[in-house]
């Protein structure tokens, strides 16, 4: 219950203090406000730090299986590879495609993310406000927003980098 007190009674939130938190256990009155609403957050604060490394978590293992993927993709390309060797493509030029290739998958997967992120975003906005009036803008800027994108794309043209290297002959045994 939200109780208002006047403005003009300051010692008014001290005895329902005393009457209601010192009289047993069975009630318990918030007084005063921002003290009692700090004690809550430091009791609770451990839980955004868990978040926190959950999401870290989950960035981790989406980040291996992206690599993971971009690797298995260029290693199925081997036999094209070997072809374009066996026309007298120099090693540079294949090993440059290949890392363009592994960053082009992935800034094609960046933009269809923000797709699904603004798509979920619109949604979570929509539903908030209706429930609660809390108007969220889902393209408020946040750095993560550059930066995480921009290091998956070069996580990703590293994946590129096993693959490129792989010695590839024109007369390798693996065609």
Not at 1 to 25: C, E, H, I
Not at 82 to 105: H, K, Q, T, V, W
Request: glycine letters at 8%; charged letters at 15%; zero cysteines.
């Amino acid at each position: 219950m939200l109780v208002k007190l006047k403005a003009g009674s300051p010692t008014a939130g001290f005895r329902l203090d005393q009457l209601y938190n010192k009289q047993g256990n069975r009630l318990t009155f918030a007084w005063p406000i921002a003290a009692t609403i700090a004690e809550l957050f430091d009791k609770i604060g451990w839980f955004d730090q868990v978040l926190a490394l959950v999401s870290y978590l989950v960035a981790l293992v989406a980040t291996a299986l992206i690599l993971v993927s971009i690797y298995n993709s260029m290693n199925e390309r081997r036999r094209e590879i070997a072809i374009l060797r066996a026309l007298g493509a120099r090693r540079r030029i294949i090993f440059s495609a290949i890392i363009l290739e592994a960053a082009a998958i992935s800034a094609l997967g960046m933009l269809v993310a923000f797709g699904v992120y603004l798509g979920i975003m619109f949604g979570a906005a929509a539903v908030i406000r209706a429930q609660t009036g809390i108007v969220l803008d889902p393209f408020q800027f946040n750095p993560v927003m550059l930066w995480a994108p921009a290091a998956l794309i070069g996580l990703a043209a590293f994946a590129g980098v096993v693959p490129a290297s792989k010695p590839i002959g024109p007369m390798s045994p693996s065609i």
